[in-house]
């Protein structure tokens, strides 16, 4: 069952002879429940690509649907209730609020929202993330694994349609990077969440069920290696 397709996808910065076409008719789609892996090297379009399909940035022609809803037809406070509910975001540098603890970051979203935190969940999260004995430690008493784990609760914590998560092992070390990506998988395959990662690594891409490739701002390779 499809659950996220993007047609057509354009996105230029500038314009005249100064205009940079970061994205040129990007199309795919993702089944409901898949691993994919978007790979190329440094400006290849991919990050642009993460921002559109999260609604965070508005891409300059062409259409991306989400369990049918054409995401750009909807206003911009609309989106940022879209983002809130259907899209967890994993950056990464991780995005966490200084002055807020482990707890507090990681249910922001849901409070933004006006929700009352689901406390199991809260609890399953934690035990899940071994962030348990960390609960009031703010980010900079937590090594950086500890902080990607919060920012990846944080991201799961509203149940999320998609996790979109960009260079999430790009800012740790080889041991780190590998428990964040099985945590990935872990929720994956155990909340039975759609993932896409952005990476650079080939070795991580592989472990997906579908990878697509970037160059340039097109997609040259688009595969889905196991189902």
Do not use: W
């Not at 090297?41 to 609604?55: E, F, P, V």
């Not at 990846?152 to 964040?180: C, F, H, W």
């Not at 998988?185 to 970037?214: G, P, V, Y």
Request: with cysteine.
């Amino acid at each position: 069952m499809e659950i996220l397709r993007a047609e057509h996808i354009c996105k230029s910065y500038g314009a005249g002879e100064n205009q940079v076409k970061a994205l040129d008719d990007v199309s795919f789609s993702v089944e409901k429940g898949e691993f994919v892996s978007i790979i190329g090297t440094s400006g290849s379009g991919k990050s642009t690509l993460l921002h559109i399909l999260g609604g965070v940035d508005r891409p300059t022609s062409g259409h991306v649907y989400m369990d049918g809803q054409d995401v750009y037809s909807q206003s911009d406070e609309q989106l940022a209730i879209f983002r809130r509910r259907q899209v967890g975001l994993i950056y990464q540098f991780y995005n966490l609020i200084p002055v807020l603890n482990v707890i507090e970051n990681m249910t922001l979203p849901v409070l933004l929202d006006g929700k009352r935190v689901n406390k199991a969940h809260l609890s399953e999260l934690l035990e899940i993330l071994k962030l348990k004995g960390r609960e009031k430690h703010l980010p900079n008493q937590l090594s950086g694994g500890q902080q990607q784990r919060v920012s990846i609760g944080r991201a799961l914590m509203n149940a999320p349609a998609v996790v979109l998560a960009d260079e999430p092992t790009g800012n740790l070390d080889s041991k780190n990077s590998q428990e964040i990506l099985e945590l990935l998988k872990l929720s994956n395959r155990q909340f039975h969440q759609t993932l896409i990662l952005i990476t650079h690594d080939e070795n991580i891409a592989l472990q997906a069920d579908h990878i697509i490739r970037i160059e340039d701002g097109k997609i040259v390779r688009d595969e889905v290696i196991r189902s």
